[in-house]
């Protein structure tokens, strides 16, 4: 029953054969996106009291043809199923249907039918039969590759949901804070990777403020950040790891550097260099927070977006640092640390990662840094 029906200003032709749906949709546009829109909607049948087209399985071909200055587009649309590929190459790799049904563990006839309804939907003979053997047509050679090829990527698709479910396989991305993790995550990667090689770990280095987005946009999986706000503590887990001391870096010459440790109100006169607030208002805040409690209000110069920026402003005698002393990690040979005298003079360090979403990568990466956070608590009561 072949009928035509408006949609949304395009025109679709369809037509009901051997009791299933199959669809050629004709439509008159100089617009790509137009096609996009339609070929990912599906054909919606406004006002349309005939039969629903229930479903389109895959888009096999486009076609484009060209009258005067639109562009007419006939998308072919078939209702093939993966049953179909599979016993068409088992017939085509056997040439015979008789070892495919074997193979398949299905009657022969059921082969039969399945490929004699291939080539119906697909219009092509895709093999020539004779009393000895079965050939593929040229066309069939063609198709035959691209078959098995979705079938690979079919099979290799289950494969990896399979092991990724069971935490054997994927992508694990963390965000990281700056230098914070230089201690411990190097080794605490390599024993996961030997405990679970088949995934993959990507870092992010990322401030705070970054780090917070790219875990609610789902862009990265775990986070080692200095503190959450407000509003995103309802969306997200989180838990203390690590608490670090603050430290004040000096240029090598400036007088304080012979200084065994510091305190805080010998800076009320230095010119501070610090890391810029948007990225990590935690840090800025206690530290001036910190230099109010010793009574003096800082004088804030620079506030660099990166701490490998402070250390070079630093070193370059703008002024003096206070940074946590994981930035020690990172190298700058004219730079001088001091510990700071004054008691509570720490950043925290937290984990954090997406509430309600959890998987066996995730939970096995967090098992191992509560057990690392549980090692350094003991190293350093």
Known sequence: MDETCEYKGQIWSSQERSGEASVVCVLTT??????????????????????????????????TIRTGDSTTTVVFCFTMELRHLRYFCAVAEHRSFTTAARQLNVSQSGVSGQVRDLEKEIGVSLFRRNQREVTLTPEGSIFFHEAREILIRAD??????????KGMSGTLTVGLCGPATAVFLPKLIQKFRKHLPGVTVALRELNTSEQIDALLNGHIDIAFTRGISVESKALLNHEFFLSEPLVVALPKGHPLAREQAVALNQLSKERLI?????????????IVAMCKKAKFSPRIGDTPRSWQSILTMVEAGEGVGIVPASVQYLRSDDVVYCPLKDKRCKVDAIIAWRRHESSKIMDSFLDLLRARRDEMKRANP
């Open 30 to 63: 100089d617009k790509p996106a137009a096609i996009r829109k339609v070929m990912s909607d599906g054909p919606a049948y406004s006002g349309h009291t005939g039969p629903v087209l229930s479903e389109v399985r895959l888009y096999v071909s486009i076609s």
């Open 274 to 286: 610090l890391y810029f607030r948007e990225g990590s208002p935690e840090v800025f805040d206690s």
């Open 156 to 165: 290799r698709a289950v494969e990896l949901a399979v092991r990724s479910s």
